[in-house]
């Protein structure tokens, strides 16, 4: 159980074109998630904080209006990177959790970026 | 979250116990200990969590002091596929908190 899935896997585009990851959670309602991103050779670190049929929350230093998130559903939630540049090129990580206090986060497997 | 101190490195004979060990000398009475691991280009997985007692499940176990401020994660048998950065985070047992990921343990096991 608790199985997060991210899609595409990897994407390539092209400056100044935007790009949607979406993050499902296969087995379990979500009213969280988070979107992180990991530079090569570098810990993971927390974008943003996506809330079920509210805003998200972005951590200082991430721009909302470059990277648009959306959590429509429970089990659904989307990073959209807008107008891309080659410095966005990065490993970006979903995660979410189940409703249960302390339930571990569950991560997908990641998409890589590749902005030319 | 407190904050968790890991040795950047270690290393392990396949077919060994791998003993990765975390320090977490603030760490709160409602903060859990959760281990992590990433392999390359992948993204995390949940290896095990616990408050006090010590846990075992299919993948590790987790040994927790009895004053709290530090853990060992075991992989009792550790195989080439268990090579990856394992992560020890210290997060208070709330749903809607995320995970604050330091630099983490690279384990490298070797044949």
């Known amino acids: 159980g608790a199985v997060v899935s991210q899609h595409p896997s990897w994407v390539i585009c092209k400056s100044g074109t935007s790009v949607k990851i979406e993050c499902r959670s296969l087995?379990?309602?979500?009213?969280?998630m988070f979107w992180y991103r990991q530079f090569p050779k570098q810990s993971l670190m927390l974008m943003a904080t996506s809330n079920e049929g509210s805003k998200a929350t972005y951590e200082q230093g991430v721009e909302k209006d470059k990277f648009l998130i959306n959590h429509a559903s429970l089990t659904l939630s989307t990073l959209t990177v807008t107008s891309a540049h080659p410095e966005d090129s990065s490993f970006y990580i979903c995660s979410a959790r189940g409703q249960v206090g302390n339930s571990p986060l569950h991560f997908g497997n990641g998409t890589r970026l590749t902005v030319t | 979250d407190a904050k968790t101190t890991q040795p950047p490195s270690m290393d392990c004979a396949e077919g060994r116990a791998a003993n990765l060990p975390c320090n977490h000398s603030t760490i709160s009475g409602n903060e859990y200990v959760y281990w992590y691991r990433q392999i390359h280009s992948q993204g995390p997985q949940y290896i095990i969590h616990?408050?006090?007692n010590n846990e075992t499940n299919e993948m590790a176990s987790l040994i927790i002091t009895e004053d709290r401020k530090s853990s060992t994660l075991i992989l009792p048998h550790a195989t080439l596929r268990d090579t990856a950065v394992y992560y020890c985070i210290v997060r208070v047992g709330d749903a809607g908190n995320m995970l604050t990921f330091g630099g983490g343990t690279r384990l490298m096991v070797k044949p």
């Open positions: 616990g408050l006090k």
């Open positions: 087995d379990f309602q979500a009213t969280t």
